[in-house]
Structures are given as C-alpha cells and as structure tokens.
C-alpha cells in the first residue's frame, strides 16, 4: 500500500463498466477512489466494430479518453485503458489481445502505464447464413455468457447496422435474419463484442492489469521519489551455461522513472543467471 495518493479521487473514463475491474486495485492499494463521469462517450474517439474508426496507436487512444474524462469531471487524476485485438503474432489461428491502461497525474505531469497481453481471449468471428447451425461457434465464444454483435456481412449500400450486445439465442436469430436480409451475399458476420461489459474474459484481463499499474503508481523513484517507477525494457543476453556467450534470453530488466528519466538495471526476477545451450545463439546458430 502506498500514501502518495491516499484520498484523492482519479476519474476513469469508460462508459462500459470497466469501474468494477479497475477500482478495487486502486482502492486496495492506493486508496484512491474512482470515480466515472456520466456524460462521457468514448465511442466518439473509436469503437470495437469499426463504425468510428480509432486513430493512432491504443496509447493515444487511452490518454485522448482520459483527457477527455479529466476535463468533464475537472480531475488531475484521470485513468484509462484500450484495447487491441487480433490474430496471434507468433501462433496462426489463434487471437490475442493487448491492453493498455495509463494513469495520468497532471499536477506531477506523469502518465504512468501498464500492458497486459492477453494470449486467451474470447475473441472470434463467424459469417453465418441465416439456418446455419452456430452451436460450435456459440461454444467456442462461451455466449451467451459473452455478448455478440451481428452486421451484414457485405452490407447493402452504405448504410451499416450494428446489432450490439446481443445476449439471447432468440435476439441472435432476429439479428442474423435482419443482418442477412441487407447483405449483398445474403449472410451476417457474427463477431464477440468486445467492449468490457459484454467481454468478461476481457473484464477479468482488466482487472489483472489494474492490479500491475495500481502497484507500479506505488512505486516510486529512487532518484527522484516520483510515483511510477517500473520496467521499461528488457535487456537480453543471459549467458549460455555451455560457452557463455549471449543467448536470446533475458539477462536483466531495465526500470525507468516517469517523471525524471532516471534508469536502473537490475537482475531476472526469477534468479536465472545462465541460460541452456539451446537458447545460446553461437551454440544453436
Ligand atoms: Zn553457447
Ligand atoms: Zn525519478
């Protein structure tokens, strides 16, 4: 636990219930209380489905939303998280999400961050006709614990309607059948619906990353006594245990200060201090 911000009050800008995954790190651990404004649509800076199309990176993404949310609750505190999913960069088939989430303190002029990738999200699509059988797809996605959303798949027109949140079987048929019946081929893209009251694999992943930034922000700076102060690059090189040379794995863990750019190396975590040959690059070119 840490005193650095007992009593204050961040402001968290979501409008999809993510207050439950990443207040309770922020209390427990800070003592700070979260609080989520209500006129805040974060939909206008980028959606999941693709209707308003996000720009930049997920980090410019998550300090616009904090921003946003900062000035409508006139906080200096402000936190929030963006999420990123895919296909699997190493591992084909398989999807993978990345989560940012960033704390921003404007009095100290620091953002603090976190990232959590996620290697086992509910994250999945299908194109389905209108009598398809779903029940593999539906099983896969874990519905109707995780909700959907439903659009033509090649939407007649420009017009593009989004069928979100849907949690029933019957909802689900009602928005195949709508979304086929204004598609040019006749069939709906059936997608899991990301946003985190809907998601709660991604709610969960949430939460695990709420915990890693609430106890960085405890953190501090040697140097300069700045909340914050964590890892920010890993350096590789853990000698081979054979002919000691580098090999691809890594030898120490650099720590960073948001605010003063003080660094630290400091040695793996797990105690690790030579690597199998396998891992040496001169041995197992
Ligand atoms: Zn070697
Ligand atoms: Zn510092």
Known sequence: ?????????????????????????FSSRLQVSVVVPEMLDTDLLGTFTGEIPRFGTIEDAAMAKARAAMKLAGLSLG??????YGPHPQIPFLAAGIELMVFVDNERRIVVKETLIDDAPKFAHVVA?????????LGQVDFPRHGLVVSPNKP????????????TRQTLALA???????????????????????NPTRMRALETL????????????????????????LEKGLPCDYCGGP???????????????????????????????????????
């Open 247 to 285: 090999s691809v794995l890594v030898r120490r863990e650099l720590l960073g200060c948001a605010s003063c750019g003080h660094k630290e190396a400091r040695p793996r975590q797990d105690g690790l201090v030579m690597a199998e040959q396998r891992y040496c690059t001169a041995c197992n070119p």
């Open 176 to 198: 195949i059948a709508n979304s086929c019946s204004v598609s040019e081929d006749a069939r709906a893209l059936v997608q899991t619906d990301m946003r985190a009251h809907m």
């Open 79 to 84: 936190i929030a998280s963006e999420g990123s």
């Open 156 to 167: 007649v027109g420009r017009a593009q309607t989004f069928f979100k949140g849907v949690l």
């Open 210 to 233: 709420a915990g890693r930034l609430a106890a960085r922000i405890a953190s501090q700076c040697p140097s300069c006594g700045a909340p914050g102060f964590g890892i920010v690059g």
């Open 1 to 25: 636990m840490s005193a650095l911000y007992a009593g204050r009050t961040a402001v968290l800008a979501t409008m999809h219930g993510k207050q439950k995954a990443i207040a309770p790190a």
């Open 129 to 137: 006709g209108r009598d398809d059988d779903l029940s593999a797809f």
